[in-house]
């Protein structure tokens, strides 16, 4: 799960670090109003689901209120990276003597948390990841110890010279250590963290991921989700309980279990073809799951062909076929439907599908060849 800037900045603040606070705005006025509330000139900025907002023109100074409302107006309704701007932060403006990169992700391949910090942080840290990786200082983080002072220091000293702030810095990184922890984050970021011209050591802009699988026992954090700003198909299907992945292919697959479902979209590759997503709808005997599911892959317009791969275990392959067929006759669906099945109450999935005009298949391989196929137009 993603949050907004302004509600990573409260998890930040909550930890102690010195956090410019603002407030959000939706409106032009909003934001004037908040503008003149905090005084001073203000920083306009974009609250979507990604970075780069300072590129694409969502992170604007004004000097005063109207100046604030303007730039509200010019941000808000903005598209960033395919998202639409609907709120915006009004934070107090910042002057810059320095900006460094601090960040914690959960690394795969070193099974632990590992911290990457840098002092040449700001906008253009993923250009300096490539052309100058030697400018980011990597260290893991051995879970049974925790993250530990002097690990803080040796990382603060990669970002500063200067004692006080080495000191500063070293907190920081502890207190977000723990904000990490606390939200069960797969990834934690401050960028920049900023020196100002006194020397102050102050966050300004931060990004948290949130593992989904740590929100159950995390109320509060799952109060943090804004579903306006998330795809809409994937807000359906969890709602739906369908384990859903929107990929950029053209071939719908609707499949009971993960496994089945990578392996499923493992075969569409070799065969040439392109997932359009990944779709577990579980293991459970429930008509109503293929019809959200049907209803989830219709709606992307990028879906030349749906394949179902169903292997009937604890799954009755019948009432997938009765889910199939309800679906249909709800959802006017444009495209061809390839349906395998296999397992408990196979023949009688068969005939109910038989019955309503459909063939369906038990190779998998076939199906799957059959529907790539279909996608690109090659196959009646
Ligand atoms: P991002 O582009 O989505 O990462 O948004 P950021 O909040 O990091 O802002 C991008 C850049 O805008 C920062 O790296 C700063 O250089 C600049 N910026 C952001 N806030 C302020 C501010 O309060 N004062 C000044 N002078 N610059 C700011
Ligand atoms: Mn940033």
């Known amino acids: 799960m993603n ?23 939706t409106t032009p006025e909003q934001a004037e109003q908040i503008a003149r509330t905090l005084g001073g000139a203000v920083v306009v900025k974009a609250q979507v689901h990604t970075g780069g907002r300072g590129k694409a023109g969502g992170v604007k100074l004004a000097n005063t209120p109207e100046e604030a409302r303007e730039k509200a ?6 598209d960033i990276k395919g998202l639409t701007v609907e709120k915006v932060l009004i934070a107090p403006a910042e002057d810059i003597a320095s900006e460094a990169y601090v ?14 910090v840098s002092a040449a942080g700001g906008i253009d840290i993923e250009e300096v990841a490539h052309t100058d990786p030697d400018k980011i200082t990597k260290l893991p983080v051995d879970t049974r110890y925790g993250f530990l002072p002097h690990q803080a220091y040796f990382l603060a000293t990669k970002l500063y010279s200067d004692v006080k702030q080495q000191r500063a810095a070293a907190k920081i990184l502890q207190q977000l250590y723990t904000a990490f922890v606390e939200a069960g984050a797969s990834l934690a970021e401050i960028n920049p963290l900023i020196t100002t011209p006194d020397g102050t050591v102050k966050a ?19 109060a943090l989700r804004d579903e306006s700003s998330e795809d809409p198909a994937e807000v359906t299907a969890r709602e739906a309980n369908l384990t859903f992945i929107k990929l950029d292919g053209d071939v719908g697959c609707v499949v009971n279990g993960a496994g089945l479902a990578m392996a499923t979209m493992d075969l569409v590759k070799y065969y040439g073809g392109e997932p359009a997503n990944f779709l577990d709808i579980g293991g459970s005997s429930n008509p109503e799951k293929v019809v959200n599911a049907l209803k989830i892959i219709t709606g992307d ?19 997938v076929a009765n889910g199939i067929v309800t679906a249909t ?11 395998r099945l296999t397992g408990t109450n196979e023949e009688i999935a068969v005939k109910i599908l038989a019955d309503a005009g459909f063939t ?21």
């Not at 931060?206 to 954090?221: G, S, T, V």
């Not at 317009?301 to 009432?319: H, M, P, Q, S």
């Open 103 to 116: 960040g914690i992700i959960m690394d795969r391949a070193s099974k632990a948390p590992v911290w990457m």
């Open 360 to 380: 369906a298949m038990t190779d998998m391989d076939e199906a799957v060849k059959k529907a790539v196929a279909l996608a690109k137009g090659e196959a009646q």
């Open 301 to 319: 317009e990028n879906v030349k062909a749906i394949l179902f791969n169903i292997f009937g275990g604890i799954t009755r392959t019948d009432d």
């Open 204 to 222: 300004i802009d931060a990004k948290f991921n949130i593992d989904d699988n740590e929100l159950f026992r995390r109320p509060a954090i799952e």
């Open 3 to 25: 949050i907004h800037e302004y509600q990573a900045k409260e998890l930040l603040a909550a930890q102690g670090i010195p956090v410019p606070m603002g407030e959000v705005a």
């Open 329 to 339: 006759k709800m959802i006017d669906i444009k495209v061809p439907i390839v349906i």
């Open 73 to 78: 107006q010019a941000i808000l309704g903005m």
